[in-house]
């Protein structure tokens, strides 16, 4: 894991955030994002990042070592994930920033929270609800929290090491 290199965008990203706000007062809309959180992901998981359709990467260590994932990051967690339907891709990571309560037109860029969803189990519990699979799914909230990585841990066998944490609150809102 490159330490220096997140402590570096974290602060940078926190000056990033003072400057967009004074953009997005002038222009009234958010900006957006690019694939920074993808690197960020990267560094934190140990994901290979291998850009194609559906699938950003792989996992190349830990209890998810050779799994599919595609990585998304949300400015604020508002319940909805943008789902591909391929067996290609077997789990989502989601970073998100607070969950949707204020309004405004600046979304601050940080992470919150981080979700690991089973992308095959989703797509079928999803189903059986009679919910569309595609851009900005609606994803019920008790799934999002049996999701959950950090800060609180519900996945069973999926345990973040303290210098994860450590990464993951530098980014914190």
Sequence with gaps: ????????????????????????????????????SD??????????????????????????AGRTVNVQHYARHEGLLDMADTDELEYYLVMTGPRAARSGAHRPWSIDHVYLFDAFELTQTLRAYMRRIGVATSVRAEQ?????????AAVEGFKLTPRQTAALDGFRS
Aim: no cysteine; charged share 25%.
């Design 39 to 64: 690197w960020i992901a990267a560094q934190v998981f140990d994901i290979e990042l291998e850009p194609s359709r559906a699938v950003d990467g792989w996992f190349r260590s830990g209890p998810l």
């Design 1 to 36: 894991m490159d330490e220096g290199g997140l402590k570096s965008i974290a602060l940078l990203l926190q000056e990033r955030n003072r400057i967009e706000a004074r953009i997005a007062d002038i222009v009234g809309r958010p900006l957006a994002h690019g694939h920074l």
């Design 144 to 152: 999002w929290q049996a999701a959950e990585i950090h800060p609180r």
